[in-house]
């Protein structure tokens, strides 16, 4: 018997966060009138794209925060007629990634669930990647699991990677000029617990990604299909267009 806290490896989320908050900077002027999630892709909104592989993936309520013209998520929210139930979760003042989620806790519920951060876009390889996070997802071992992407097959990424992993899934963030393999996705699941005792007001989740990294319960999930970051207008085209039609081939398991 489980509880909450303790579910079996591999029994999915039912709920999800998207981070949907974020200025939309390096995308102006397009998002001088529309927030970030609502710019389209492959004929639809980065936002949709989101929600759609979280229904896929037996998703049932999903948050979704907005802060930037948030009238317009919000109206796009009430607009969408297909899975899953979304609740936005405004916010007055920026509150970067995990303090948005811990403002959102009582929205998501007490057990771990998917964030998926709503300016990336990625395709699935044989096995969706939500589907491949919840089976190896072990919350006796993990507060974080983060889906990863291999640097040289990170469409619209050009930074130096954030982790290297060890062969059990334990991550080891990159240190000062040091190069690493992978890259975090914007895709992962995550305990409540993580988050309850920060402060109220804007925080981000790297610092409790390195918490976690240090008490060994940090843990990653290499992607096998192609990966958007869209960062940029220039970027939209090629990522619209591999969106489409991909040219990016699979990363090697």
Known sequence: MTDQYHRLPGDAPRRAMVLAAGLGLRMRPLTLTRPK?????????????????????????????AHWLADQVEAHLAARTRAPRTHLSREETLLETAGGIRKALPLLGDAPFYVVNSDVLWLDGPVPALTRL???????????????????????????????????????????????PFVAAGVMIARPDAYRDLPEGPAGNAALWHAAEA?????????????????????LAEVDAQVRQPRVRWAEP
């Open 134 to 180: 919840a089976r190896r997802w072990d919350p006796a071992e993990m507060d974080f699991l983060l889906l990863l992407m291999p640097t040289v097959w990170a469409v619209g990424y050009e930074g130096r990677g954030d982790y290297h992993m060890d062969p059990a899934g334990r991550l080891r963030y990159r240190g000062g000029d040091d190069i690493a």
């Open 37 to 65: 999630p609502l710019v389209q892709v492959g004929g639809q909104t980065l936002l949709d794209h989101a929600l759609d592989r979280l229904a896929s993936a037996g998703v049932e309520d999903a948050v979704v925060n």
């Open 215 to 235: 008490s060994g319960r940090l843990y990653g999930l290499r992607h096998d299909g192609p990966w958007f970051h869209v960062g940029t207008p220039d970027s």
